[in-house]
């Protein structure tokens, strides 16, 4: 097991508390202590218990069916999660709520009520229906950060087909990897999206995509317009807007899905170099997020949720969509960078919306403090009564800049660990009971069964370092690897019998707070984003000129990781400034730009063990200038020494 070693060593001189305050322990959803124990007790009854916020069609005849690796949760229940998210809250005092409020990069907005939202998205399950989607059809959607992206997602919710969304900061060709193993045949997309001004030309990446797949349908939502530079395909491609003008406004009628039927699919990175797509069923999905947004973000009727992650990564399916609308409140959704046109973009956003709660990355809160706390004070935050962290472990600096900075010190901040696979937060505190620690994520949350265990699989105890696991099935939890249930069983329950392994390293401390220390596995956390090591090696040995590959994750102070990659090159090809640069555009043109590597260093040899390992942890101490560990496994020695000398230079 490998963490930053640098990382412990702070958490563990970290000695600040911040108990609830009174009046925020009041007014709490979960302000009772002993629902801890209560979940512990009887995990089925909590979650059961939970499940009563949702709408059934049908009730279950069981909770939980457990067959390790694979659950069956709110067995034989009957639900849907559009009619759940949207359509129950069309009837009564919440028709004309906000819904979503949409906030453009360009400074245009919009605002669907209830109402309004159920309206376009009936109307889209209407033209996909059109278009030949059923129930089970998986619609690929690669869009910018616009209201069809949640509205083309609850459309498929509603018809009862998978959706499966790309973010749109992925390249042609992953988006090529995820339509073929998804074996989708209709994409929704956009002309373009924007960002920072400029056009991200997600059409043309759409057209190159496709080529050769069994996609026959390409749905285009006009966004930037000529600035695209986008054609139309004839037969194909259909523009969104004149179909939506076209589609029949009877409602649609939400198909009665089963508990277990798949809601979605989420690609994320692993081990090997092909992501998986993690499956999402309906009603375990459903009952955990609308569980941690009433528990972890105490979210309230009057709430004006803001979380400022992609749609396309599980932060925002689960925070921006399906958490905040299956409770009825309003979500705020962003299509922008934070410093575009200007750096105080999201204090602006609070201000102009009132927003109450607001849930970001540590990577964005400390590019926040490098640029000053001018950019907040310019704003009237006072709305704000929560605030949240997800995504990698958050540095005690930065948690209490936000804490001061942010939330002038009023607000508690829920530091949130979970996964694309856990579908909800699972390590988090409860605002109105747990008192939290600047940089821990406290404890799980009530019915969620995590340990920290040693090799063998036993509990390592207050005070002790190991693999984080969950002992016991969730809701929310991933069902299985699509196509590959395999994979699913290997990586997740391979190592301990029974027990979920996330693939992350924590430290329990003399409270048996969890802190966690980051993957142990060969995935790097770049600004929140995780990329697979070998996805990286594997674009590099794509190009003409590399004969070799080692890609490691250094500690970096603003994303957090940055990727290094050590590279040896073929015979003839010459290791210059020039051709750095063109690897490192060759990469953010085969998985997208946040895969770029920081550094390449061009190297004669990689150090190797004798049986032809690449020893990633020698490249990892080299990289943070680390004293080398144990190089007696090494074939050649003499390579480190040269490394070094490399990487000074
Ligand atoms: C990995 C999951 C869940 C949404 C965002 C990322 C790391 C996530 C925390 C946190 C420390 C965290 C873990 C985890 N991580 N949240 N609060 N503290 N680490 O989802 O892309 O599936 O990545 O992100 O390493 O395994 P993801």
Known sequence: MSVDPNRLDTLLKEDRKFAPSEAFRAQANFNDPDIYDKALADPEAYWAEQAQNLSWFKP?????EWNPPHAKWFVDAKLNAAYNAVDRHRQGPRKNKAAIIWEGEPGDSKVFTYDMLGREVDKAAHVLTSLGVKRGDRVTIYLPMIP?????????AKIGAI???????FAAASLRDRILDADSNIVITADGGWRRGGVVPL???TDEAVEGTSVDTVVVVPRVGKAAGAQMVDGRDHDWNELMAKASTAPFPAAEMDAEDILYLLYTSGTTGK???IVHTTGGYMVGVNTSMRSVFDLKEDDIHFCSADIGWVTGHTYIVYGPLSAGATTVMYEGAPDF????????IIEKYGATIFYTAPTSIRTF????PQHVEKHDLSSLRLLGTVGEPINPEAWMWYHVHVGKEQCPVVDTWWQTETGCAMIAPLPGITETKPGSATRPLPGIAVDVVDENGDSVGAGNGGYL???KPWPSMLRTVWGDDERFQNTYFGKFDGTYLPGDGAHLDDDSYIWILGRIDDVINVSGHRIGTMEVESALVGHQAVAEAAVIGRSHDVKGQAITAFVTVKEGATADDALAAELKQHVAAAIGAMARPEEIIFTAELPKTRSAKIMRRLLRDIAEGRVIGDTTTLADASVVEELKKLYKD
């Open 60 to 64: 279950w005849t069981k909770v939980l």
């Open 148 to 156: 069809e992206l949640p509205i083309s997602m609850l459309a498929c």
């Open 163 to 169: 959706h499966s969304v790309v973010f749109g900061g």
């Open 203 to 205: 059409k043309n990446n």
């Open 275 to 277: 992501p998986k797509g």
């Open 341 to 348: 046109p200007d750096r105080d973009r999201f204090w602006s």
């Open 369 to 372: 403090m490098k640029w000053g």
């Open 469 to 471: 696991v969950i002992k």
